[in-house]
């Protein structure tokens, strides 16, 4: 088609110059419409952006709500735990305490122990001594009993036989043998460990025993 | 052959170890001689050891070839005496050290040797043993990790070292009997050697594995026994284990390897370095496996000893809460420490005694321990003051020591006065025969002949060793005397015979009253199962195993 309308008739001239602007009018009606839309789908895709973020920030809120009413659950227990610990802990400080006196208790019973074994090893070694000391006496007094059972034994005739020298020679030697287990008596209990064991030898007799 | 020294001639003797200037190897020195004061055996020697204290010998030991030498001197065949004297020496040390030796008789006199001076070498570890060790303790460990068994805590296993008849065996058989048949007990045996108490064992339905010797004379043999004796353990769904005597240490570690919760018996009244001396020699086990054998006295669960005295002698090893004391009884119990009068009667006829002798008896295996030589010694002294005392030697046996004892009789005359008898599978008539029982052992942890005469009314005169002490009050219950000195020993014996047959009675019952609560073998085994469900318990608990009861 051409813009050029002469050779047509007037009013089809009239017709066509009307339809012209029409269209001009129509063209700039869409590309007014053209632009309305690109913007109302500018606007769109930014509110449903703007939705998603919505829905995504309230989905974080909640879940930020979950995480918060979780934390504060945790932090109830473990408050109560805390609590609980703070408990365990100062029952913990008192039985450590309490533990250090009877370790405390118990050095000192195992020193005393030490202490008591070897006082003991020691009144062992005084009672070895004292033993000593009495089964010497005691062996003297075997030594003399043998030699009044040598004179028993002697047949009666030859006891009858003995001169009475010899038999006051007897005599003399066993008052002498006794002489010396007295002083040997004396002299152990002068010894320390006859003092040592004088209040063992009291109770004794207090308490009536052998 | 004795080197004779020149000395005066009431002075006779020398020491045959160690010689002089010896290089002696090991932590102990054992020193041996011989000694006549007077032409007689001395009735005391000590010997001092530079570091290592005083300590008295055991006399009166056959020295055939002193009696050779002096033919005229009767005691010259019973002259010798021996005493071991464990020194603190750390491995890897060298010390010289002087020894003196000091013997004597009361109203004789005192003779002190010519001091020694010796070498002492304890050698060093060896840093390879001590890897091997611990490799092979690995391998063992790996190996039981594969193992995964279901354990019983009523099942106990055992390790034991003999299943011959004799003190240490009888008593494990009566305390299996009884927590077998009084306690609900199921229990498996592990013998180092066979023997007759198998047969009471299956009739107690007991399963018996015989193993060998404990090796130990080597770090591979050890570690090896070990693994072995923990496989077995571990498979034998045992939920407990028991260990017997000191010297079952293999066992002990391969009871803890096994992760057996484990009671450990020790019945020896030695220190470690004397009981390793005596049964394995100067220098075994090498120091790894005797590290093995310290950790395992320290980490058992439980150590358990029959005397207060052998539980202080292990303390320094383990920790208090972890020693106990758990004294045995006996089945003569029954008898209430009172022999019938009848019973008594028939007893002394039976055994040839007339009405008016006082029987002394002592019971035990004839050897230089038990003392038999000085106790005989005394009565020949004292013999003419109380000739009708009779001595009843029951336990002869055809040792060197026993063939001594013999001709030591014949030689004094004393054949009317002391009587050897051969063992006796039932010794119950000597005792019921008997006015005084004599315990005259150099050591003892805690003789059950003294319990069995308490139980029959018999009083005691015993040396002061170990739980001796803890069954006789001096003077009260008994009579105690020094060991290893026939003076001292001559003296008690005159104390109990000087006493009158009331007096004597006396002393029974305050022995037996002062005994009762535990002289009932019941209390014995109860006492053992407590312990040892206790410790099946606490390792059910720990594993969060369910208990049966």
Not at chain 2, 225 to 248: I, Q, Y
Not at chain 2, 501 to 517: F, V
Request: hydrophobic share 40%; aromatic share 6%; charged share 25%.
């Amino acid at each position: 088609m051409t813009d050029d309308l002469t050779g047509l008739p007037g009013r089809v001239q009239a017709e066509l110059t009307r339809l012209r602007a029409e269209r001009q009018v129509f063209a700039a009606e869409q590309d007014r419409l053209k632009s309305r839309l690109a913007e109302t789908e500018h606007e769109l895709q930014t509110l449903v952006s703007s939705v998603r973020e919505q829905a995504e920030r309230e989905r974080h809120v909640t879940e930020l709500a979950d995480r918060v009413r979780l934390l504060e659950t945790e932090n109830a227990a473990a408050t109560t735990a805390a609590a609980e610990l703070l408990r365990d802990r100062d029952a913990l400080l008192t039985e450590l305490a309490s533990c250090r006196e009877v370790s405390s208790r118990v050095h000192a019973l195992e020193s005393d122990i030490g202490v008591a074994r070897r006082e003991r090893d020691l009144l062992r070694a005084e009672l070895t001594t004292s033993r000593e000391d009495r089964d010497r006496l005691r062996l003297r007094l075997l030594d003399a009993e043998l030699v009044l059972t040598s004179t028993a034994v002697s047949s009666p005739v030859a006891a009858v036989a003995v001169p009475a020298a010899d038999a006051s020679s007897d005599d003399a030697e066993l008052r002498r043998q006794v002489d010396d287990l007295t002083r040997e008596l004396e002299a152990t209990r002068r010894t320390l460990s006859w003092r040592v064991t004088a209040p063992l030898r009291a109770l004794r007799r207090k308490t009536h025993r052998p | 052959m004795t080197t004779m020294p020149d000395v005066e001639p009431s002075r006779l003797g020398g020491l045959d170890t160690p010689v002089p200037d010896a290089v002696v190897t090991g932590p102990v020195v054992y020193v041996s001689g011989w000694a006549l004061l007077g032409g007689r055996a001395p009735s005391f020697v000590e010997v001092s050891v530079e570091g290592g204290g005083t300590m008295r010998a055991r006399t009166r030991l056959p020295r055939p070839d002193v009696a050779e030498a002096f033919p005229d001197l009767g005691d010259a065949a019973v002259s010798g005496f021996e005493v071991r004297v464990p020194i603190d020496l750390p491995p890897g040390e060298k010390r010289t050290v002087s020894l003196w030796v000091r013997c004597r008789t009361a109203g004789v006199g005192e003779w002190v040797l010519p001091k020694r001076t010796v070498v002492l070498n304890h050698p060093a570890a060896d840093l390879d043993d001590a890897e091997l060790a611990e490799e092979l303790a690995a391998d063992t460990a790996a190996a039981l990790a594969r193992v995964e068994v279901r354990t019983d805590p009523r099942h106990l296993l055992v390790f034991t070292h003999s299943l011959a008849l004799g003190g240490g065996q009888l008593w494990l058989q009566e305390l299996l009997t009884g927590m077998v048949n009084g306690h609900g007990w199921r229990a498996s045996v592990v013998s180092e050697s066979d023997g007759p108490l198998r047969a009471d064992c299956a009739e107690l339905g007991i399963p018996v594995h015989v193993t060998t010797h404990y090796r130990h004379s080597t770090v591979a043999s050890y570690e090896g026994h070990v693994g072995e004796l923990a496989r077995f353990a571990k498979c034998s769904g045992a939920g407990v284990a028991l260990v017997n005597t000191l010297g079952a240490f293999v066992a002990a570690d391969a009871a803890r390897r096994a992760d057996l919760p484990t009671a450990w018996v020790i019945h020896e009244s030695f220190t470690l370095p004397d009981f390793a001396y005596q049964n394995y020699g100067p220098v075994s086990p090498p120091h790894a496996v005797w590290a093995r054998w310290e950790s395992s006295l320290a980490e058992v669960d439980r150590l358990l000893f029959v005397a207060e005295a052998t539980r202080e002698l292990f303390l320094p090893y383990s920790k208090p809460e972890r020693c106990r004391t758990i004294r045995y009884g006996t089945p003569m119990w029954k008898f209430g420490g009172h022999t019938r009068p009848e019973v008594r009667r028939h007893a002394r006829q039976s055994l040839g005694f007339a009405d008016d002798d006082t029987v002394l008896v002592t019971l035990g295996v004839v050897e230089a321990r038990k003392g038999h030589g000085p106790l005989v010694s005394a009565m020949e002294r004292i013999r003419d003051v109380h000739p009708r005392a009779r001595l009843s030697i029951v336990g002869l046996q055809w040792s060197t020591y026993g063939r001594a004892l013999i001709d030591t009789v014949r030689r004094a005359g004393l054949e009317d006065s002391v009587s050897l008898v051969p063992v006796q599978r039932d010794p119950l008539p000597w005792l019921q025969a008997a006015d005084i029982f004599v315990n005259s052992s150099d050591i003892e942890s805690l003789p059950r002949s003294i319990l069995e005469s308490v139980c029959c009314g018999v009083p005691v005169a015993a040396t002061d060793v170990f739980g001796a002490r803890e069954m006789i009050v001096d003077g009260e219950t008994g009579w105690l005397f020094e060991p290893n000195d026939v003076d001292a020993l001559t003296s008690a014996l005159l104390r109990a015979l000087d006493s009158t047959a009331a007096e004597r009675n006396g002393m029974a019952r305050a022995a037996h009253a002062l005994l009762a609560d535990w002289l009932d073998p019941a209390g014995y085994a109860r006492d053992y199962s407590a312990v040892l469900a206790e410790l099946a318990d606490q390792r059910c608990t720990t594993r969060g195993d369910h208990v049966d009861r």
